[in-house]
C-alpha cells in the first residue's frame, strides 16, 4: 500500500514542555485514518503541523514521497491538504458561493479590471454543493446554516480547492445523530473516489466504524498504529491513558471536612447544562472532569455569574443565589481562575503588583484609599507564598513572565482575596512541570487550610493525583462521581465518552 | 495682546505679533535635532530615548532651548502671561480626556460640553431672576448649572458605552454633534455678553501674582494625579484599559468605573468652560470649539497610551505645555494658522506612532 503523507520523526516543543516526540507513521492514500489520544496527546499540535499553521522543531512530512515544507497554511492548500477545524473556518456573512471561492473567485474583465464572474461562480458552487449532497441554492448567506450543512460546506469547499488529504477535527462534536450519518456516507463516498482523509475524533465507536487505520497518540508519542481489525475501544482507551504515576503529586495529609462550602443545586440551562446537582466541602478538592463541549466551563462560569443560567441556585458563604454576578460572588469568597490567562486572568501589560493586587484592592483601602504600605507588604508575602520572586518583578509587566510564573500570579491574585472557594478552570494547562507540582501544591495548602477546591481538567491524570473526589460531566449531565478509594482512569474516561462509545 | 480675547476663542491667532520671521526650513529642521540623531552609533541611544518616559521633557527642553533663540520674545513676562492663559483651560479638559483614555476610551464630546454648559451658565448668570438678579446667587447657579449639563451629556456617553456596549468613538461623536447643535439653537447663535465680575475675575485675576486659575489648575491637577495613584477607583480605571473582561473577572465594577471616566472628563471640560468665559467673558455656543484636537493631542503626547491603562499626569501637564508652547512659538515667528495645525498633525502622529512602539516593544519578550 502507498502512503500519501508520511509523518518522519516528528518533534515539537512549546516553551520548554514537549508536545510532539519523534512521531512516525503514514496516511495511506484512498484510507481513513483514525487519529486518537486523550486531549493534549498532540493530535492537534502534529495536524497543525501538517496543515502548515505551525513549524515543527524536528523531524519531516512527506507528501508524495517529496519534504513538504510549509511557511503558513495557504502552502499547505496548495499542496492539497485541507484542514476542518473543531471550529469551522466559515465567514458567516457571506454567501455559500463566496465561502467556497475565497480566495480565488473566478474573474472576468470588463472595462479592464479583473471583476468577480458571479454567474461562473455559482454554477460552480452549485455543482459542487451536490457533490457534497446538499441541495442548496448558493447564495444562501452561511450565517442561515445548521451546524450540520456548514460542515458540508467546509468539505465542499476543501473539495473544490482540489484537496487530496482531508483533515477533520473532532467533526461531529456540534453535530445530530442524522448528520453525523450523512457525514459519514460522504466520507465513505469520497474514499471510494480515491480520497485520503484523517479523522480525530473522541468517540470511540465512531472511529472504528469509519476508518481503516487507526493511530493512538499519548504524550505526544505514537503508542499504537495499525489496521483497526487490531483495535477495540477497550485497548484504545488503555492505550490512551496507560501512564505510570511516579512522584508527580505533591502528598496531602489533611482530610476534608463535612461542612458545605459550596452547593449547586439543580443548575440548568437548555442546550448547556442539565441539572447539576453537587457539593463542596471545606477542605476537600473535587475534580471536574469532562470532553471539550461537556459543558464543564460553562458551569464553572455559571457558578461565578460570568454566564446566566435558567433555573437553579448556587448556595454560598451562608447566602442563596439565583443569579450571581462575579463581585457579589468573589465578596461571598468565591475565587475564580479561568481557563484563559491571557485573556481573562490577567492585565498582561500591567505590573506583577498590579495584578496580584487587583482582586483584593478593596479590603486593603478605607473609603476608597488604598494604603499603599499595607498592600505593598500583603503583595509581597502572597507573591512569595506561591513562590514568585517579588524583588525582581514587582515593576514588571506580567506578559514578560514565563506561563508558569504568570499562573502563579494569578493564583496570587486569588488567595489574596481569602476565598472559602476556589474553582479552577484548567490551572496547569500550557505550563512546564515545575509549575504543574507549585500548583498542586497550592492547592494542598489550600485544602489544608479549609478551602474547597473546584478542579477543571481534562487530564485524568491530575485529577486523580491531587482530588479527593471526581465528577464527570457529559452533554451537560452529571454522569459520574468517584470517591478517591475507586479512582480508575479507565473508569472515569469511559464516563466521559458514554456508552456511545464502548460499545 | 495677552488677554486672548475673542479672537483666540474663535482660535484663529493670527492677529498676534508677526515680528520674527525666520527662515521656514531652519526653523523646521533644528527643531527637533534630537530624536534622529544620524544613523550608526547613535542608534542605541536614539532607541533608549524614544522609548523613555523622560522624552517629552528632553523634547520640551530641546524646543525651548532652540526656540528661544528663534523668538526673543518667547520669555518675556506678557507672552509667559498669554501661554499660561492658553494653558490653563487646555490643561483641565485634557486631564478630564487622560481619565477616559486610561479605560481605553475616548471623549470627543467635550466640545460640546463647552458649548452647552457655556450658554446655559451664562443664561442662568445673565437672567433677570427678580432680587437675586446679577447677584452672587445667579453667579451660583449658573455654575451649578453648567455642572449639571456636564454630568448629563456624560451620563449619556458613560450609559451608551456601558450599557449598550457602543464604541465610545461613535458615541461621543453623536453626543458632540448633537449637543454642539443644541447650543447654538439655544441662543440661535449669539454670544452673551456682560457675565458677572466674579466670574471674570476667576478667569483673569490673581491673589498676589498667583492666577486664580492656576490655583483651579493646580488643585485639579493634584486631585487627579491623587485619585489615578493612591485611590481603589484609580487602579479600576487601569485595569478597565488594560483588559476590561479580566477586571471584570476580578470583581471590578467596571461599570460604574467606566461611567465615572466620562462623567470626570465632563467636569473637567466645565471647569475648563469657566476658564475660558472668564477670561474671554463671553458665553458662546462655539466657545473652545478648536480646543478639540489640542486636548486629546496633549494627553497622547504625554504618553497616555491610546490602548488604554497607561497614563501619568504629570506627564499630560507637559504635553499640554508642549502643544501650547508650540503654538505660540510658531505663531510668534509668523506662520499661518494653516502651518501650525499641520505641524500639530505631524506632532500627534508622532506621539501616536511613539505609542504603538511602546506598546509593540514589550509584548515580544
Given at each position: 500500500m502507498e502512503s500519501i503523507v508520511e509523518f518522519d520523526?516528528?518533534?515539537?516543543?512549546?516553551?520548554?514542555?514537549?508536545?510532539?516526540?519523534?512521531?512516525?507513521?503514514?496516511?495511506?492514500?484512498?484510507?481513513?485514518?483514525?487519529?486518537?489520544?486523550?486531549?493534549?496527546?498532540?493530535?492537534?499540535?502534529?495536524?497543525?503541523?501538517?496543515?502548515?499553521?505551525?513549524?515543527?522543531d524536528s523531524g519531516v512530512v512527506r507528501v508524495d514521497g517529496k519534504d513538504l515544507i510549509l511557511k503558513n497554511p495557504q502552502q499547505a492548500a496548495e499542496r492539497g491538504i485541507s484542514f476542518i477545524h473543531q471550529e469551522l473556518n466559515l465567514f458567516p456573512n457571506l454567501t455559500i458561493a463566496e465561502n467556497l471561492f475565497i480566495p480565488h473567485f473566478p474573474k472576468h474583465k470588463i472595462a479592464g479590471l479583473g471583476l468577480i464572474n458571479r454567474r461562473d461562480m455559482r454554477e460552480q458552487a452549485k455543482k459542487c454543493l451536490l457533490s457534497v449532497g446538499l441541495d442548496l441554492s448558493p447564495d444562501i448567506v452561511v450565517a442561515d446554516l445548521n451546524p450540520g450543512e456548514r460542515q458540508l460546506v467546509e468539505i465542499a469547499k476543501a473539495l473544490n480547492a482540489d484537496a487530496r488529504v482531508v483533515i477533520f477535527d473532532e467533526p461531529t462534536s456540534s453535530l445530530s445523530r442524522p448528520e453525523v450519518e450523512r457525514l459519514f456516507l460522504l466520507m465513505n463516498r469520497l474514499r471510494s473516489q480515491g480520497m485520503s482523509m484523517i479523522y480525530i475524533s473522541h468517540i470511540l465507536g465512531d472511529v472504528l466504524k469509519l476508518c481503516d487505520?487507526?493511530?493512538?497518540?499519548?504524550?505526544?508519542?505514537?503508542?499504537?498504529?495499525?489496521?483497526?481489525?487490531?483495535?477495540?475501544?477497550?485497548?484504545?482507551?488503555?492505550?490512551m491513558t496507560g501512564r505510570s504515576f511516579e512522584n508527580l503529586y505533591p502528598r496531602r495529609d489533611t482530610v476534608p471536612s463535612d461542612e458545605p462550602a459550596l452547593e449547586v443545586r439543580s443548575l440548568s440551562q437548555p442546550g448547556v447544562v442539565e441539572n447539576l446537582d453537587f457539593t463542596l466541602h471545606r477542605g476537600e478538592v473535587v475534580g471536574l472532569f469532562g470532553l471539550m463541549g461537556s459543558g464543564r466551563t460553562e458551569l464553572v462560569r455559571m457558578i461565578f455569574g460570568l454566564d446566566t443560567f435558567e433555573q437553579g441556585e448556587i448556595?454560598?458563604?451562608?447566602?442563596?443565589?439565583?443569579?450571581?454576578?462575579?463581585?457579589?460572588?468573589?465578596?461571598?469568597?468565591?475565587?475564580?481562575?479561568?481557563?484563559?490567562?491571557?485573556?481573562?486572568?490577567?492585565?498582561?501589560?500591567?505590573?506583577?503588583?498590579?495584578?496580584?493586587?487587583?482582586?483584593?484592592?478593596?479590603?486593603?483601602?478605607?473609603?476608597?484609599?488604598?494604603?499603599?504600605?499595607?498592600?505593598?507588604?500583603?503583595?509581597?508575602?502572597?507573591?512569595?507564598?506561591?513562590?514568585?520572586?517579588?524583588?525582581?518583578?514587582?515593576?514588571q509587566p506580567v506578559k514578560t513572565l514565563s506561563g508558569g510564573n504568570q499562573q502563579k500570579v494569578v493564583l496570587a491574585k486569588w488567595l489574596l482575596s481569602d476565598p472559602a472557594v476556589l474553582i479552577l478552570?484548567?490551572?496547569?494547562?500550557?505550563?512546564?512541570?515545575?509549575?504543574?507540582?507549585?500548583?498542586?501544591?497550592?492547592?494542598?495548602?489550600?485544602?489544608?487550610?479549609?478551602?474547597?477546591?473546584?478542579?477543571?481538567?481534562?487530564?485524568?491524570?491530575?485529577?486523580?493525583?491531587?482530588?479527593?473526589?471526581?465528577?464527570?460531566?457529559?452533554?451537560?449531565?452529571?454522569?459520574?462521581?468517584?470517591?478517591?478509594?475507586?479512582?480508575?482512569?479507565?473508569?472515569?474516561?469511559?464516563?466521559?465518552f458514554g456508552a456511545q462509545s464502548v460499545q | 495682546m495677552g488677554g486672548g480675547g475673542i479672537q483666540s476663542m474663535q482660535g484663529t491667532g493670527e492677529v498676534r505679533v508677526k515680528a520674527f520671521i525666520h527662515d521656514s526650513s531652519r526653523?523646521?529642521?533644528?527643531?527637533?535635532?534630537?530624536?534622529?540623531?544620524?544613523?550608526?552609533?547613535?542608534?542605541?541611544?536614539?532607541?533608549?530615548?524614544?522609548?523613555?518616559?523622560?522624552?517629552?521633557?528632553?523634547?520640551?527642553?530641546?524646543?525651548?532651548?532652540?526656540?528661544?533663540?528663534?523668538?526673543?520674545?518667547?520669555?518675556?513676562?506678557?507672552?509667559?502671561?498669554?501661554?499660561?492663559?492658553?494653558?490653563?483651560?487646555?490643561?483641565?479638559?485634557?486631564?478630564?480626556?487622560?481619565?477616559?483614555?486610561?479605560?481605553?476610551?475616548?471623549?470627543?464630546?467635550?466640545?460640546?460640553?463647552?458649548?452647552?454648559?457655556?450658554?446655559?451658565?451664562?443664561?442662568?448668570?445673565?437672567?433677570?431672576?427678580?432680587?437675586?438678579?446679577?447677584?452672587?446667587?445667579?453667579?451660583?447657579?449658573?455654575?451649578?448649572?453648567?455642572?449639571v449639563v456636564a454630568i448629563v451629556i456624560a451620563l449619556i456617553n458613560g450609559l451608551s458605552i456601558t450599557q449598550f456596549e457602543m464604541p465610545p468613538f461613535i458615541v461621543t461623536l453623536s453626543t458632540m454633534t448633537f449637543f454642539s447643535g443644541v447650543a447654538l439653537w439655544l441662543v440661535q447663535s449669539r454670544n452673551i455678553y456682560h457675565l458677572p465680575r466674579l466670574l471674570v475675575?476667576?478667569?483673569?485675576?490673581?491673589?498676589?501674582?498667583?492666577?486664580?486659575?492656576?490655583?483651579?489648575?493646580?488643585?485639579?491637577?493634584?486631585?487627579?494625579?491623587?485619585?489615578?495613584?493612591?485611590?481603589?477607583?484609580?487602579?479600576?480605571?487601569?485595569?478597565?484599559?488594560?483588559?476590561?473582561?479580566?477586571?471584570?473577572?476580578?470583581?471590578?465594577?467596571?461599570?460604574?468605573?467606566?461611567?465615572?471616566?466620562?462623567?470626570?472628563?465632563?467636569?473637567?471640560?466645565?471647569?475648563?468652560?469657566?476658564?475660558?468665559?472668564?477670561?474671554?467673558?463671553?458665553?458662546?455656543?462655539?466657545?473652545?470649539?478648536?480646543?478639540?484636537?489640542?486636548?486629546i493631542a496633549a494627553p497622547v503626547i504625554g504618553g497616555v497610551s491610546l490602548f488604554g491603562g497607561r497614563g501619568k499626569i504629570q506627564w499630560v501637564i507637559l504635553g499640554a505645555l508642549f502643544v501650547t508652547l508650540m503654538d505660540n512659538s510658531l505663531n510668534l515667528l509668523g506662520f499661518s494658522s494653516f502651518v501650525i495645525m499641520m505641524a500639530k498633525g505631524g506632532l500627534i502622529l508622532f506621539a501616536a506612532l511613539l505609542d504603538v512602539f511602546r506598546n509593540a516593544s514589550t509584548v515580544s519578550t
Amino acid at each position: 500500500m502507498e502512503s500519501i503523507v508520511e509523518f518522519d520523526g516528528i518533534g515539537k516543543r512549546f516553551f520548554n514542555v514537549t508536545v510532539l516526540r519523534d512521531v512516525s507513521f503514514p496516511v495511506i492514500r484512498g484510507h481513513i485514518l483514525g487519529l486518537v489520544g486523550e486531549n493534549g496527546a498532540g493530535k492537534s499540535t502534529l495536524m497543525n503541523i501538517l496543515g502548515g499553521v505551525i513549524a515543527a522543531d524536528s523531524g519531516v512530512v512527506r507528501v508524495d514521497g517529496k519534504d513538504l515544507i510549509l511557511k503558513n497554511p495557504q502552502q499547505a492548500a496548495e499542496r492539497g491538504i485541507s484542514f476542518i477545524h473543531q471550529e469551522l473556518n466559515l465567514f458567516p456573512n457571506l454567501t455559500i458561493a463566496e465561502n467556497l471561492f475565497i480566495p480565488h473567485f473566478p474573474k472576468h474583465k470588463i472595462a479592464g479590471l479583473g471583476l468577480i464572474n458571479r454567474r461562473d461562480m455559482r454554477e460552480q458552487a452549485k455543482k459542487c454543493l451536490l457533490s457534497v449532497g446538499l441541495d442548496l441554492s448558493p447564495d444562501i448567506v452561511v450565517a442561515d446554516l445548521n451546524p450540520g450543512e456548514r460542515q458540508l460546506v467546509e468539505i465542499a469547499k476543501a473539495l473544490n480547492a482540489d484537496a487530496r488529504v482531508v483533515i477533520f477535527d473532532e467533526p461531529t462534536s456540534s453535530l445530530s445523530r442524522p448528520e453525523v450519518e450523512r457525514l459519514f456516507l460522504l466520507m465513505n463516498r469520497l474514499r471510494s473516489q480515491g480520497m485520503s482523509m484523517i479523522y480525530i475524533s473522541h468517540i470511540l465507536g465512531d472511529v472504528l466504524k469509519l476508518c481503516d487505520d487507526i493511530c493512538v497518540l499519548r504524550d505526544g508519542q505514537v503508542v499504537a498504529y495499525g489496521p483497526k481489525d487490531e483495535f477495540s475501544s477497550e485497548r484504545m482507551i488503555s492505550l490512551m491513558t496507560g501512564r505510570s504515576f511516579e512522584n508527580l503529586y505533591p502528598r496531602r495529609d489533611t482530610v476534608p471536612s463535612d461542612e458545605p462550602a459550596l452547593e449547586v443545586r439543580s443548575l440548568s440551562q437548555p442546550g448547556v447544562v442539565e441539572n447539576l446537582d453537587f457539593t463542596l466541602h471545606r477542605g476537600e478538592v473535587v475534580g471536574l472532569f469532562g470532553l471539550m463541549g461537556s459543558g464543564r466551563t460553562e458551569l464553572v462560569r455559571m457558578i461565578f455569574g460570568l454566564d446566566t443560567f435558567e433555573q437553579g441556585e448556587i448556595a454560598l458563604g451562608g447566602s442563596v443565589d439565583r443569579q450571581p454576578v462575579p463581585r457579589e460572588s468573589i465578596r461571598r469568597g468565591l475565587a475564580f481562575l479561568t481557563e484563559d490567562r491571557r485573556v481573562e486572568g490577567l492585565c498582561m501589560d500591567a505590573s506583577v503588583e498590579e495584578n496580584i493586587a487587583l482582586v483584593a484592592l478593596s479590603s486593603f483601602a478605607s473609603s476608597g484609599v488604598i494604603h499603599k504600605a499595607r498592600l505593598r507588604r500583603a503583595v509581597t508575602d502572597e507573591a512569595s507564598a506561591v513562590s514568585i520572586n517579588i524583588a525582581t518583578v514587582r515593576k514588571q509587566p506580567v506578559k514578560t513572565l514565563s506561563g508558569g510564573n504568570q499562573q502563579k500570579v494569578v493564583l496570587a491574585k486569588w488567595l489574596l482575596s481569602d476565598p472559602a472557594v476556589l474553582i479552577l478552570d484548567e490551572p496547569t494547562r500550557g505550563i512546564d512541570v515545575g509549575a504543574k507540582y507549585e500548583v498542586y501544591r497550592l492547592i494542598n495548602q489550600c485544602a489544608g487550610d479549609g478551602k474547597a477546591i473546584l478542579f477543571v481538567s481534562s487530564e485524568i491524570e491530575e485529577l486523580i493525583g491531587v482530588c479527593d473526589r471526581i465528577l464527570v460531566i457529559r452533554a451537560g449531565e452529571m454522569c459520574d462521581s468517584v470517591r478517591r478509594a475507586e479512582f480508575n482512569a479507565e473508569r472515569i474516561l469511559r464516563s466521559a465518552f458514554g456508552a456511545q462509545s464502548v460499545q | 495682546m495677552g488677554g486672548g480675547g475673542i479672537q483666540s476663542m474663535q482660535g484663529t491667532g493670527e492677529v498676534r505679533v508677526k515680528a520674527f520671521i525666520h527662515d521656514s526650513s531652519r526653523a523646521e529642521s533644528s527643531g527637533r535635532p534630537t530624536i534622529f540623531p544620524g544613523a550608526g552609533r547613535f542608534r542605541n541611544v536614539a532607541k533608549k530615548l524614544l522609548y523613555s518616559e523622560y522624552l517629552l521633557l528632553y523634547l520640551t527642553l530641546a524646543y525651548l532651548l532652540v526656540a528661544t533663540q528663534l523668538v526673543p520674545g518667547l520669555l518675556s513676562s506678557t507672552n509667559l502671561r498669554n501661554v499660561l492663559s492658553n494653558l490653563f483651560p487646555l490643561l483641565v479638559a485634557a486631564i478630564g480626556q487622560s481619565f477616559v483614555l486610561i479605560t481605553a476610551g475616548i471623549d470627543l464630546s467635550v466640545t460640546s460640553v463647552f458649548a452647552c454648559s457655556s450658554v446655559v451658565g451664562g443664561w442662568i448668570m445673565t437672567s433677570n431672576f427678580g432680587p437675586r438678579a446679577g447677584s452672587g446667587w445667579s453667579l451660583a447657579a449658573g455654575l451649578l448649572a453648567m455642572f449639571v449639563v456636564a454630568i448629563v451629556i456624560a451620563l449619556i456617553n458613560g450609559l451608551s458605552i456601558t450599557q449598550f456596549e457602543m464604541p465610545p468613538f461613535i458615541v461621543t461623536l453623536s453626543t458632540m454633534t448633537f449637543f454642539s447643535g443644541v447650543a447654538l439653537w439655544l441662543v440661535q447663535s449669539r454670544n452673551i455678553y456682560h457675565l458677572p465680575r466674579l466670574l471674570v475675575t476667576i478667569g483673569k485675576g490673581s491673589v498676589v501674582f498667583v492666577p486664580y486659575a492656576l490655583l483651579l489648575t493646580a488643585a485639579l491637577v493634584s486631585t487627579a494625579h491623587w485619585v489615578l495613584t493612591r485611590t481603589v477607583l484609580g487602579r479600576w480605571l487601569f485595569a478597565a484599559g488594560y483588559n476590561a473582561k479580566a477586571a471584570v473577572i476580578s470583581g471590578v465594577p467596571i461599570g460604574r468605573t467606566i461611567i465615572f471616566a466620562y462623567v470626570a472628563s465632563a467636569v473637567c471640560a466645565a471647569l475648563a468652560t469657566v476658564l475660558l468665559m472668564g477670561r474671554l467673558e463671553t458665553a458662546s455656543p462655539i466657545i473652545g470649539q478648536r480646543l478639540l484636537l489640542d486636548l486629546i493631542a496633549a494627553p497622547v503626547i504625554g504618553g497616555v497610551s491610546l490602548f488604554g491603562g497607561r497614563g501619568k499626569i504629570q506627564w499630560v501637564i507637559l504635553g499640554a505645555l508642549f502643544v501650547t508652547l508650540m503654538d505660540n512659538s510658531l505663531n510668534l515667528l509668523g506662520f499661518s494658522s494653516f502651518v501650525i495645525m499641520m505641524a500639530k498633525g505631524g506632532l500627534i502622529l508622532f506621539a501616536a506612532l511613539l505609542d504603538v512602539f511602546r506598546n509593540a516593544s514589550t509584548v515580544s519578550t
